[in-house]
Nanobody, 116 residues
Framework: QVQLVESGGGLVQPGGSLRLSCVTS????????MGWYRQAPGKQRELVAT???????NYADSVKGRFTISRTNAKNTVYLQMNSLKPEDTAVYYC??????????WGQGTQVTVSS
């Protein structure tokens, strides 16, 4: 049974930083891509950043240079370091896992609020 558990969200002032964590259960050998998505009120869920099996990363243009995705050597935990946060980064952030066989898994989401 694959599960994704996020943590690290919260309230932060503009310009501040947060680090999100996502721990995945189940075998890590079947992972193709892990990533972070976000959904703001009234908007569609959008990709924030991904890290592939080979370690290559991909970022949305809106977060390039501010956010960094990384993972542990064991590949069962993925992080999203968010710096220089802006009010428009406010959203529920979801961890995502895509397996080699095509199965998708989502975490329950963690709220990030950027406000003074």
């Amino acid at each position: 049974q694959v599960q994704l558990v996020e943590s690290g969200g919260g309230l932060v002032q503009p310009g501040g930083s947060l680090r999100l964590s996502c721990v995945t259960s189940g075998s890590v050998f079947g992972i193709s891509v892990m990533g972070w998505y976000r959904q703001a009120p009234g908007k569609q869920r959008e990709l924030v950043a991904t890290i592939s099996r080979d370690g290559s990363t991909n970022y949305a243009d809106s977060v390039k240079g501010r956010f960094t995705i990384s993972r542990t050597n064991a590949k069962n935990t993925v992080y999203l370091q968010m710096n220089s946060l802006k009010p428009e980064d406010t959203a529920v952030y979801y961890c995502h896992r895509l397996n080699l066989g095509g199965n998708n898994y989502w975490g329950q989401g963690t709220q990030v609020t950027v406000s003074s």
